[in-house]
């Protein structure tokens, strides 16, 4: 008896589901030999994929081990329910029952997740082997995708229905269920900061009436676990460097289908800075000369945030002075008497590394090249930590992802590291409506527009408005921003506008142009943007004017004619606000120089300044109070000035005036501004009482006051003209609130001064939305 014929008296395999049984006699040891490898049941599949995919080849000898990784590899095809393999004669049979085939795929009772969403998350496809396995796995899928959007409630089933040539269509049957919703949200531990103010610095939500809209409510345990950071840096920020969390639970109520989170935490002392200074060992770097980028200062509060600001500054410092390995290390020294903590920064010589690549995972919308176009340094650079969590902040600061985790790895050598760039895409469209009502004149005016702050992935801002009035205002306007033109960090765009309104009685004026800019970094803190608009205005009424004692009212010969202003400008940008949605601390201001004579019909030069300091009264009241101060000033460099060359102020700069609201005017209401601005406004925010803080609901105490003066138009004796100085103030009461459609704002201001010609508007509001 030959080695085969032994084989065959008891070689084999049995296989049934996902299992299969190697069937062999105590005696058989050797190796066996087959001629030939018959098939059997492989209608659909066809007898050379099933040789194809087993290791036992004719003239070759095979063991049990061949047999055993044959019988897995058939089985992860997908296509057979059942697997055998036996010996007969010179012969190796493998007999097999197949799957039947899918025809098609369908989801049924699924309406918050549609057809396409869940076809993205399910593994089996139409023309696919129908796999018990497979499909247990895609229903799990699809539990976590209804997990991912607040509703852990779903039931999945599926239903078969056969049809022709051994083939069945599939249909996933969805019960959606109801949304799982956050009962509580809940902190232990905390005396210095209410749970209702934590609670605000979390981006989770307990569900309220509009949670279907914000979709804050849905939990996951990768947001319990950023929040739990998001809480670290809150504490850290506001002098409690020895806050830690000691535990982070979710509770699931299946009877309710609720969830309650409930934050363990233990906030130690709070602390200020004691004495701060630079160290430096590295050869070359004089530590005295980096003393001014120091931004903790002694007898502040602790502020982790100013710490890293700190070592940022210096390293780019240090990096560019040509030490690029160079690293700074805050070094603390803690006096628990007086709860002060020193800071050394100290500048070393760090470990010679070099970046090998930068891995980018999770981003499904934004492309690769937005992302990495963030850090300062790229493959082969030298290894910079500082740099990597500047980046990591600049990338947050986005609003491009929901998340942003920055990790390293080991590279190919001792001397490479790999960083890894998690991250999150969220939704970067907005819709806005604003509106403003005019008890003056009895009119409404409405605004919409909407905007995408990351056009196609691009990391690009397009925004387009439109707007009417019941004056017959009318208004256009269409902006583009590349942030990074020809790939470098250029914020390069335009802006195109028309404007037209009218009164039945008296005049139609209209405005049409557009602006080129382009606005580049000095700083982190610090830009400048140059520009170049070119406006064309025409006004037809009664008359137009110049500014200037030597020409009389009327000026008839540029009533109908289209007045041209072709000017340049530049603006000098200052931001150190610690939130630019809902600050607490910081100045944002800005210096604007323009210049009007390049062509056209207006030759001036004409400055202005903007600038807002946020400071927050209480931290534990969540009280913040801002100041804000504007003025400007306008002189012609040729001739005389035109009317719309000079300032129009009004309720955009004190509250219960309508725009262009404040100052001279002719009898028709026609605005003729002024030479010469100053307003101030004094703020103060706070949550409104009795509300849960994080529901985003704020009210607002503010006074406003300022003069628009310099006017030297002669009406003629048909209006009012004046040059004065005269104060114009208010005082008001307001209500913010960061709604499902976007921060949403209502002021009631009340003039306490004013002249009589000026134009008043009580009510305010405005309105944005997310999607």
Sequence with gaps: MNAVS??????????????????????????????????????????EAVRSNITIQPGKTFSNADIDESVKRLYATGYFSDVRISVSGGALVVSVNENQL??????????KLKDEKLQAVVQTQALSPYSQSQIDSDIARIKEAYAAIGRNDVQVTTETFAVANGRV???????????????????????AYSDGRLASVISTKKSNFLSFLTRRDIYSEAKMRADEETLRQFYYNHGYPDFRIVSGDATFDANTNEYTLT???????????????????????????????????????????????????????????????????PRGNRDFGSNTVGVSYIVDQGERAYVERIEIRGNTRTRDYVIRREF???????????????????????????????????????????????????????????????????????????????????????????????????????????????????????????SSSSSEDYYDYEETGGTLRVT??????????????????????????????????????????DWVQSSVANKLNY???????????????????????????????????????????????????????QAGHVM??????????????????????????????????????????????????????????????????????????????DTGGEGHSSTSAKIRASLGVGVTWASPFGPLRFDYAVPVMKEDYDKTQNFRFSIANQF
């Design 169 to 191: 269509n599939l249909a996933f049957v969805v019960n959606e269920g109801d949304r799982t919703k956050i009962g509580k949200i809940e902190f232990v531990g905390n005396n």
């Design 102 to 111: 899918v025809n098609q795929v369908v989801f049924n009772g699924n309406r």
């Design 376 to 498: 300062d340094l790229a493959e082969g650079d030298a290894f910079n930590q500082t740099m990597i969590t500047r980046a990591k902040r600049r990338l947050e600061a986005l609003g491009y992802f929901e998340s942003v985790n920055v990790s390293t790895a080991p590279g190919s050598s001792p001397d490479r590291v790999v960083i890894v760039v998690d991250v999150k895409d969220q939704s970067t469209g907005a819709f806005g409506v604003g509106a403003g009502y005019s008890a003056g004149s009895d009119s409404i005016l409405l605004e919409a527009s909407v905007e995408e702050k990351n056009f196609l992935g691009r990391g690009q801002y397009i925004r387009l408005a439109a707007g009417g009035g019941t004056d017959d205002a009318r208004s256009f306007n269409l902006s583009f921003t590349e942030p990074y033109f020809l790939g470098y960090r250029l914020a390069a765009g335009f802006d195109l506008f028309r």
């Design 575 to 629: 931001n150190t606000l610690d939130s630019q949605t809902a600050p607490h601390e910081g100045i944002q201001a800005q210096l604007t120089q323009e210049f009007a004579g390049l062509g056209g019909d207006s030759d001036f030069y004409k400055i202005s300044a903007k600038a807002r300091a946020y400071y927050t009264l209480s931290d534990e009241a969540d009280l913040i109070g801002s100041l804000t101060v």
């Design 636 to 713: 012609p460099t040729s001739g005389d000035l035109k009317v719309f060359d000079q300032f129009m102020i009004g309720g955009k700069q004190i509250r219960g005036f309508e725009n262009s609201g404040i100052g001279p005017r002719m009898n028709n209401g026609d605005a003729l501004g002024g030479t010469s601005y100053i307003t101030a406004s004094a703020e103060t925010t706070f949550p409104m009482p009795g509300i849960p803080q994080d529901f985003g609901l704020r009210g607002a105490l503010f006074a406003d006051a300022g003069t628009l003066f310099g006017n030297e138009v």
């Design 263 to 329: 934050y363990t935490v233990e906030e130690g002392p709070r602390y200020t800075f004691g004495a701060v200074g630079v160290e430096s060992t590295v050869s070359g770097v004089d530590a005295n000369e980096l003393q001014g980028l120091v931004s903790t200062r002694e007898g502040a509060t602790y502020n982790a945030r100013n710490v890293q600001k700190t070592m940022e500054a210096i390293s780019t410092r240090v990096a560019a002075e040509g030490y690029p390995f160079a690293r700074v290390t």
């Design 6 to 47: 032994a084989v065959a008296i008891s070689a084999g395999v049995a296989a049934s589901g996902a299992g299969a049984v190697l069937l062999v006699s105590a005696g058989y040891a050797e190796a066996a030999v087959v001629k030939r490898i018959d098939v059997k049941g492989a209608a659909r599949v066809g007898a």
């Design 520 to 561: 580049a970094p000095i700083t982190e803190d610090l830009s400048t943007t140059f520009s170049y608009t070119y406006k064309q205005m025409k006004y037809d009424g009664t008359g137009a004017w110049n500014v200037g004692d030597n020409l009389s009212y009327p000026y008839e010969s540029l009533i109908g004619k």
